[in-house]
């Protein structure tokens, strides 16, 4: 049963909801959230499998939500100061093994080229997992002075993990990303860049995408291969389980030092520099699906939505080709208002269809035309957020249409916000620790810090700690003393830590 539903007869309600999602070839979520989850991933048009194993394509409409990510979140790289550069898909093997925690936490993701053609190479090229190594190797070319830093570096573009259990968006051999690195001629630098960069990931998540996430730091057994600090963002999935939704990475001289990454100082000395990477992939795409999807499919928020609003043409068939035009009008009305409008004027299909294939793909708002509508100068409103429809004026539904998806937005934020702090607990003991997770809920707890403990608790409950909250973030930031509730010993980190099982 998903977290949050009570147990028990349906509702009248609630049974015509799993009737309808059914007709149109969903399972509910709480029917099976996984089966829900394939079935619109598939059914919305976002993605499909490939021959590749484990590999997905990204049909139009899912690249179109990948597209507004990307701009939005390359606007703010580069309103920070940071550009855009291009590497090798190709990284050499003698680059992975420079970095011995790095080539450990890769090893078994790696995936390995010997031959150019029928050429056996002398050392072998790995298909990149990250790039940490290769821009390494570059910048100990391009650095010289304190004067060249800082380097401010973003890549957009793919990269390839061996995954045994694949899921489209989650967890796929070859996923989209950007991965920023930068270096900097102190450590005081590189780890205001490490925060500034999860900063922007937490603000990208909230005002765009509507997502609440938990900032905070991963413990040791979480960090990143090779990093001296991991820092993440933690979003709740509605089964209750938690995505980590972006990353950044203080990696102190240990990437510089391998690839003799070295600078002049402003005294003649020479000194390696500070690095930082900071990621975010096309998972976002699933948290977007599993934080706001429902039983009929997507429900996109209109900041980051590729079509905000959809109109449907209806009426008799004498009257399609009248309507379509009326309808291209309004587009262009509410085009004019900054909308994003697409007219659905494909012909032989129902109205009904229409409506349901729309409420899959996640439009936030569908206007019906008709004669009797367009007679009246009225128009039929619906927003996907609800089950009603309006009546409304054409001026007023035009003027008011970006109060309308405004609101939407801060409905959708506040439903997931609100589903989070609800199925979030607060325990002390290690038995109600194993209750709260067994029943899919995130547990805030003490730990000790003992890597050994966090292991057993990954072993007995399938959880792990997902980070160790700042204490300026807006969710679960207090500092309190305790004992670890696994080991009994004193708690570390001065608060309690979140956990929960991940995908």
Known sequence: MMVGMTEGKQSGKEHKQDHKAKQYGVTPQSEDFNDWYNEVVKKADLADHSPVAGAMVVKPYGTALWERIQRGLDDRFKATGHQNLLFPTLIPMGFIMKEADHVEGFAPELFT???????????????????????????????NSYRDLPFLHNQWGSVFRAELRTKP??????????????????EAEARAEVRQQLDEYHSFCRDVLALPVVRGEKTASERFAGAENTYSIEGMMRDGKALQSGTSHYLGQNFSRAFEVKFQTAEQREEFAYTTSWGLSSRIIGALIMTHG????????????????????????????????????????????????????????????KYNDWELKGVPVRIELGPRDLEAGQLVVKNRTSEDKETLGRVDAVTSMDARLDGIQRYLYERAKN?????????????????????????????????????????????????????????????????????????????????????
């Open 113 to 143: 080229v010997s031959k150019i053609g029928t050429e056996e190479l002398a050392e072998p090229y790995v298909m990149r997992p990250t790039s940490e190594t290769i821009i390494g190797h570059m910048w100990s070319g391009w650095l």
């Open 169 to 186: 968006f989650l967890r796929t051999s070859e996923f989209f990303w950007q991965e920023g690195h930068t270096a900097h001629a102190s």
């Open 294 to 353: 429902d039983d009929f499919g997507l429900m996109l928020p209109p900041n980051i939505a590729p079509i905000q609003v959809v109109i449907v043409p209806v009426g008799r068939k004498e009257d399609f080709a009248q309507m379509v035009e009326e309808a291209r009008r309004l587009a262009a009305e509410l085009e004019r208002e900054g909308i994003r409008v697409k007219v659905d004027d494909r012909e032989g299909l129902t109205n009904g269809f």
């Open 419 to 503: 589903f989070m702090l609800e199925n979030t607990v607060t325990v002390d003991t290690y038995d109600e620790f194993k209750a709260a997770i067994e029943a899919g809920k995130w547990v805030r707890a003490f730990h000790c810090g003992d890597p050994e403990s966090e292991r057993q608790i990954k072993e007995d409950t399938k959880a792990t700690a997902r980070n160790v909250p700042f204490d300026d973030a807006e969710f679960f930031a207090d500092r309190e003393e305790g004992v670890c509730v696994h080991t009994g010993k004193p708690a570390a980190y001065g608060k309690r830590l979140l956990f929960g099982r991940q995908y």
